[in-house]
Structures are given as C-alpha cells and as structure tokens.
C-alpha cells in the first residue's frame, strides 16, 4: 500500500537514498517510516516537511493515524516526543531529571527518542522539574513542537524549479555534469553558480538561462539590459546575449546564416556585421528590428552611411 511518505516521495521524482540524504538519516530510516514501522521525532517530522512541502502537522497526524488505527491496545503511558523540547525551554539537563527521577539518563534520552514510554507514574515528577502541570506536561507531550529552532524556509526558486521538473539533485547534477553537492549549495544559497552551470541547468529543466540566473539569484550582467548599451559595445553585447539566450556560436551562425568564424570575429571585435547580417542576428536573438544600431562603432556607421549614398 503507498503511504503518504512514500507517494509525496514519489511524486517529486526523489529516491529514499535522495530524501534521506535531504534530512540527514539512513535510507532505512526513510524506508521504515514510509512501512510505519518507526516514528519520526519532531526534528525530522519538520525536516520531511520541508523537503516534501507539507505541513508538518499533516506528517504528525499520519503517524497518528496509523496508532490508532492499530488494532493492539494502546500502550501504557506517554509518548516522549515532546520532552526534549520542553526540557530545552526550561533549561533543564538530562543529567538533572534523571537524578531527581532516580532513573538512567539513557532512560530520559529514552524518552526524548520515543523509544520508551513515559510511564504515568512519572508524570507529576516530571512535571514539577519542568515547571509545568501534570495535565500542562500531558499535552506538551501531545504536541511537540521545536524549541528555539529557527523555522524552515520555504524552498529556494531554484529548489522549487528543479522540483517542478520531478527530478533529484542526483538525477540533475547527472544531467548538467555537475557536482551534487555545488547543486544543493546553489539551492541553499551559499554560492552563486557560474554561467556555464546555469546554461547546463537550463538545459535540464527546459527554460531560458535568464529564468534559471532569477532563481538562483545571480544579477544579470548590465549588457542585457539595452538602455545601457553604447557605441562600440556590439562585442560585449553580441556575446551576452547568445551566451544567456543559451546559445553556442555554432548555432547563432546557423540561426542568422553566417560561418561561425564570422560570429567568432564580431564577438572578438575584429570585424562588424553588415546591414542584412545585423538583421539576421536580431531575429536570432529576438531583439527588435535596428536594436543593434547603438552598439556599432562609429566608424562602421559612417561606412554604412556612405554606402548607401553612393548606391543614391
């Protein structure tokens, strides 16, 4: 039977192994949440929220579900999800409970982990050393929430482009040639990816190079914008636009029809296109018709200009 773990998994296009590696567990880990064979802690319920784009109450509630749709009694006592949480806002040791409770403190840590219930006797102890009511502990431990954790932030652009395409970071840095781990720190926002990489990517997921540069957050260089442009920037401004149109100069040749050795020159500065050639690259680069006429040098203007006086 698919589970809600697994088919939300599996509607991302993402493997165990990818969202284990996502929260930081073992595949295993997944795997049995996904069978309802272990339960989560508060941690990882929001980590799975995170990386799945669900609330984490909806991820709590299933595991809830599955408890008490089990046909065994319930067991004695209380779950102990929420007790590292509370003890964290009352500033309390491990060491501390375990003393005034005359038990292990691997038993606490027991109970953090939900590995071992908490019995009922226990509670109005417990309860004291916290600060809290019996019945004030008893629904804390109902609802465990993340103590001075900073909440998730929602997926990055980029996260959520590669989301939309059904596909892994594996899958992906496999696609671009890429380095996994430079995937999920351009996700992340901990580095900005270079141009080559947002080429490939773009690639991938089957949109403009621009779209992709958004959504990692890199800034546009100041050539794509026209506004800026100036005589003699035909150069720099011929190979912005190709290489964030996401184009080779092997097929911006063929899109205006000229040689690529042509192509090469105009973008080294040797040489400028002609009236016809200027046309075809605005075509083959959805410019306006005459856009490039500002970026031209001076003298191949005055060139052009006497031309067309002796062809009067």
Do not use: K
């Not at 929260?23 to 802690?41: A, D, K, N």
């Not at 019996?134 to 959520?160: E, I, M």
């Not at 059904?166 to 696609?175: G, T, W």
């Amino acid at each position: 039977m698919t589970t809600l773990l697994r088919s939300e998994r599996a509607r991302r296009g993402l493997r165990a192994s990818d969202l284990a590696r996502e929260i930081g567990v073992h595949p295993m880990s997944i795997l049995r949440w996904e069978r309802r064979e272990r339960l989560p802690g508060p941690v990882h319920i929001h980590a799975l929220a995170r990386v799945l784009e669900l609330e984490p109450a909806r991820i709590a509630g299933f595991f809830d579900d599955v408890r008490e749709a089990a046909p065994s009694a319930a067991p004695a006592g209380h779950r102990g999800h929420g007790l590292r949480p509370l003890r964290l806002r009352a500033g309390v040791a491990v060491t501390t409970i375990a003393a005034a409770l005359d038990v292990p403190a691997s038993t606490v840590y027991n109970w953090e982990a939900g590995r071992v219930r908490i019995p009922e006797v226990r509670l109005p102890g417990l309860a004291a050393i916290l600060g809290l009511t019996p019945a004030g502990l008893a629904a804390g431990l109902a609802s465990p929430v993340l103590v001075n954790h900073r909440p998730d932030a929602p997926p990055s652009p980029l996260r959520r482009l590669r989301h939309r395409s059904r596909l892994s970071q594996s899958r992906v840095a496999a696609l671009a040639g890429i380095d996994r781990r430079s995937l999920g720190a351009w996700e992340r926002g901990e580095a900005e990816p270079p141009l080559a990489a947002l080429r490939r990517l773009g690639r991938v997921y089957g949109v403009p190079v621009s779209a992709v540069a958004r959504a990692a957050g890199v800034t546009p260089p100041r050539l794509l914008d026209r506004r800026q442009w100036q005589p003699g920037d035909l150069p720099a401004v011929l190979r912005t636009l190709r290489q964030w149109t996401g184009l080779t100069q092997g097929e911006l040749a063929a899109r205006c029809g000229c040689s690529v050795a042509a192509v090469r020159g105009w973008e080294a500065g040797r040489a400028e296109p002609g009236a016809r050639l200027l046309a075809g690259l605005e075509r083959a680069l959805s410019l306006p018709s005459g856009a490039l006429d500002a970026t031209r040098s001076g003298s191949a203007q005055r060139a052009e200009n006497t031309h067309a006086m002796r062809d009067r």
